[in-house]
């Protein structure tokens, strides 16, 4: 199962510990993710469901490449990190 | 050619197999630009300033107040109301008198900005707000400075070098998109001091890398720490292709 992980700057917000889910892309996994806490999707997603401009998603250590509709391809044991901009100088 | 105190004075890091009298001859030739001289921009110049970088530009149009002092370790209590790029100048004129130090009490237009950036080898990002942040990324790519950029808040922190001398560098704005407002400052959010320390000493070690042609600096990874747990994390990051910043660059 792929493990998704939110900052802990999220996590402190938004109740979003890590969980691990069966999913092919990073959409599904989110998706499933916004199931469990529904705070989450309008974090993480603007009201076109893309990736709100000041969160990057990680998979395996890589940047995705689709912010739009999050198709990156999972591994079965694929690590996922959602961080968001930090602007503190 | 050093002179017998400068010889003296950077001993230990010249004596570095990485460094030598060459890598000390750089760092007093360059040029950096500062922007921010709070929680990171403190250690930032006074590491670049000790280390020798020979002209340091300092840009901030704040001034020292008694929140600042927990963490922008360049001031001290004496500075409380005076400007912060005054109050650094002073403080790194102490610490290293052998640098010469430019200081501009002021909030950049962009043009200014672009002005600047092409006078410097290199720029540090230690600002507080995404706008400037995303001008800074402007320029540098525009001027082909590279860029080291450094955020902090809280008990976490990021780091990451990009670098338009490398056709293959990420921009900031290949990480974050232009547009969100969604900033939060250490003074609405919290900080811990350390954190800004940690965070802006690698910064520091990374300018230093960049100007002296060392090891591998942070192109194209983002390095995080969660202080929480001391967890640090490597990630890479990709030039985007459609970048309207970057990718007219190289």
């Known amino acids: 199962m792929a493990t998704l992980t939110f900052t802990r700057h999220l996590d402190r917000y938004l109740d979003c510990p890590p969980r691990s889910?069966?999913?092919?892309?990073?959409?599904?996994?989110?998706?499933r993710a916004f199931d469990e806490n529904q705070r989450l999707a309008s974090y993480i997603l603007d009201d076109q469901r893309h990736l709100r401009k000041n969160i990057a998603i990680f998979v395996d250590?890589?940047?995705?490449?689709?912010?739009?509709?999050?198709?990156?391809?999972?591994?079965?044991?694929?690590?996922?990190y959602v961080l968001q901009a930090l602007s503190g100088g | 050619m050093l002179s017998d105190e400068q010889l003296l004075r950077y001993s230990r890091q010249i004596m570095l197999p990485e460094v030598e009298i060459e890598g000390q001859e750089a760092w007093l030739n360059a040029r950096v630009l500062i922007v921010?001289?709070?929680?990171?921009?403190?250690?930032?110049?006074?590491?670049?300033?000790?280390?020798?970088?020979?002209?340091?530009?300092?840009?901030?149009?704040?001034?020292?107040?008694?929140s600042n002092l927990q963490r922008q370790i360049v001031h001290h209590s004496g500075r409380i109301g005076r400007p912060k790029v005054e109050s650094a100048r002073e403080t790194l004129a102490a610490l290293n008198p052998d640098i010469a130090i430019q200081t501009l009490c002021e909030r950049l237009s962009p043009q200014r900005l672009e002005e600047l950036v092409e006078t410097v080898d290199l720029v540090v990002d230690c600002c507080d707000?995404?706008?400037?942040?995303?001008?800074?990324?402007?320029?540098?790519?525009?001027?082909?400075?590279?860029?080291?950029?450094?955020?902090?808040?809280r008990l976490e922190g990021q780091v990451a070098v990009y670098d338009p001398r490398q056709p293959d560098s990420p921009c900031y704005q290949c990480l974050y998109r232009e547009g969100e407002e969604e900033g939060l400052t250490c003074s609405?959010?919290?900080?811990?001091?350390?954190?800004?320390?940690?965070?802006?000493?690698?910064?520091?070690m990374e300018a230093l890398k960049v100007l002296a042609n060392i090891g591998r600096p942070l192109v194209g990874r983002l390095q995080l720490l969660d202080a929480h747990s001391m967890d640090w994390r490597t990630l890479k990051l990709k030039k985007d292709p459609q970048c309207s910043v970057c990718s007219q660059v190289g």
Do not use: K, W
Not at chain 1, 22 to 31: G, K, Y
């Open chain 1, 61 to 80: 250590g890589h940047m995705i490449r689709d912010r739009r509709h999050l198709s990156d391809a999972l591994a079965p044991d694929s690590s996922i």
């Open chain 2, 129 to 153: 707000n995404f706008a400037t942040r995303f001008a800074i990324n402007r320029a540098c790519f525009r001027h082909g400075r590279p860029l080291v950029s450094g955020a902090a808040i």
């Open chain 1, 21 to 31: 889910f069966e999913a092919a892309t990073v959409a599904e996994a989110l998706e």
């Open chain 2, 36 to 66: 921010g001289l709070g929680g990171l921009g403190s250690p930032v110049a006074m590491y670049l300033a000790a280390a020798g970088v020979g002209s340091l530009v300092l840009v901030d149009d704040d001034d020292v107040d008694l």
């Open chain 2, 188 to 204: 609405e959010s919290g900080v811990l001091s350390p954190l800004v320390g940690i965070i802006g000493s690698v910064q520091a």
